[in-house]
């Protein structure tokens, strides 16, 4: 696998709405593999695509409790609210104070096209929101209450 660079905080990708993914092939595996090495030798915990450079709805995840790939995910429900210290991979070194929903649940797509759902509380729901805002062409210092050192 490869180590993808890493857009950062001024890059016009990260502010534009990606595209569905309609091809589950090679090269989808391939960018999932290396969006995940790339993740991990950051030290991040989710890595979305135009992170990378590429424009599409994919999306890795690994909070410590094993890899999650969502392609092409949806927002099924979210409920409750946590606030807690939030950071990016395309914003190193800067951390916010961030509101999100305390849980969510999210439909996606496999690495081979098949549906499933994910579900997470805490950590795991901050993460599934904040990767996907980035799909949206969100970043997480929109939603910034406060800096913290």
């Known amino acids: 696998m490869a180590i993808r660079e890493i857009r950062l905080r001024d890059d016009e990708i990260l502010r534009k709405k990606c595209k569905e993914v309609k091809k589950f092939d ?5 960018l999932l593999d290396d969006m995940y090495d790339t993740m991990n030798k950051a030290e991040g915990v989710g ?5 990378v450079g590429i424009m599409k709805r994919a999306v890795v995840i690994d909070i410590g409790e094993g890899r999650i790939e969502l392609i092409n995910p949806e927002i099924v429900e979210i409920s409750g609210e946590q606030t807690g210290n939030e950071g990016c991979l395309s914003f190193p070194g800067l951390y916010g104070e961030v509101t999100r929903p305390n849980y969510a649940k999210v439909k996606a797509q496999d690495r081979n096209g098949k549906w499933f759902i994910v579900e997470g509380e805490a950590l795991l729901a901050r993460a599934l929101l904040h990767e996907y805002d980035h799909l949206e062409g969100h970043v997480f210092t929109e939603k910034v209450t406060k800096y913290v050192d």
């Open 26 to 30: 090679e090269k989808l595996w391939i």
């Open 47 to 51: 890595l979305a695509a135009p992170q």
